[in-house]
């Protein structure tokens, strides 16, 4: 069992929808980073969060810690939102060696 | 600033050639990072290092060697490849004290 997982793994949405991606820990770490994967390959990091919530135009990060558990939630979705999302934990105590999620494929559609 | 540059962006090796991926960032960070990405499967760490002239093993350093003789350099080797290493290979550094980690545009490797 990966420590990071994701779900779900493929996402379609029209555009406008509200989403939704999730991610769940099993083990105990010191921040959960969000990044997004262009169609290109390129990879930006989104949020590093380690408690509550973030925001940034329309994307939107929270963590529950007692839960092990975070969202990314993107509002008013627009074509260029399609990209790959990873979750990826910095696990306590590993130097900041982040562990990564499988990643989540988003298709927004006109 | 370029951030983050790696070097080639596509190869194609025979089984049991050698090559040298070359990542450099001009961004003054202490931590650098080589990962490979597979379908299906997360970023793996393969080698990381914390300062220059200092390398460590990461989730899956078999058939990999790295060095670090220059701090803004990372170089990640292949010595004899097998075709199990065609896989996209990425770079990422990180400042010391900072959580963020900043990627390389990728190197897509296949070895035949």
């Known amino acids: 069992k990966n420590e990071v997982e994701q779900s779900p793994q493929n996402l379609t949405a029209q555009e406008g929808e509200f989403i939704t991606i999730n991610c769940s820990y099993s083990v105990g770490i010191s921040a959960l980073h969000w990044l997004q994967q262009h169609p290109g390959g390129g990879i930006v990091s989104l949020f590093m969060l380690s408690s509550g919530k973030k925001k940034h135009g329309r994307l939107i990060a929270t963590i529950n810690i007692q839960e092990k558990h975070s969202s990314l939630h993107i509002t008013a979705s627009h074509p260029r939102d399609s990209a790959v999302y990873i979750c990826a934990a910095s696990l306590t105590g590993t130097a900041s060696k982040l562990t990564f999620g499988t990643g989540t494929r988003l298709q927004v559609t006109l | 600033n370029a951030g983050v540059t790696q070097t080639p962006k596509f190869r194609v090796l025979k089984t049991g050639q050698s090559m040298t991926l070359l990542c450099a960032q001009d961004m003054n960070h202490e931590y650098m990072y080589w990962y490979r990405q597979d379908p299906g499967m997360g970023l793996r760490l393969i080698h990381y290092?914390?300062?220059?002239?200092?390398?460590a093993k990461g989730e899956v350093p078999d058939g990999y060697n790295v060095s670090r003789l220059k701090k803004q350099n990372f170089l990640l080797g292949l010595e004899s490849a097998a075709p199990s290493q065609t896989s996209v290979y990425f770079c990422?550094?990180?400042?010391?004290?900072?959580?963020?980690?900043?990627f390389g545009p990728g190197t897509r490797l296949t070895v035949t």
């Open positions: 990422a550094s990180r400042r010391t004290g900072g959580f963020e980690q900043y």
């Open positions: 290092s914390v300062g220059e002239g200092t390398t």
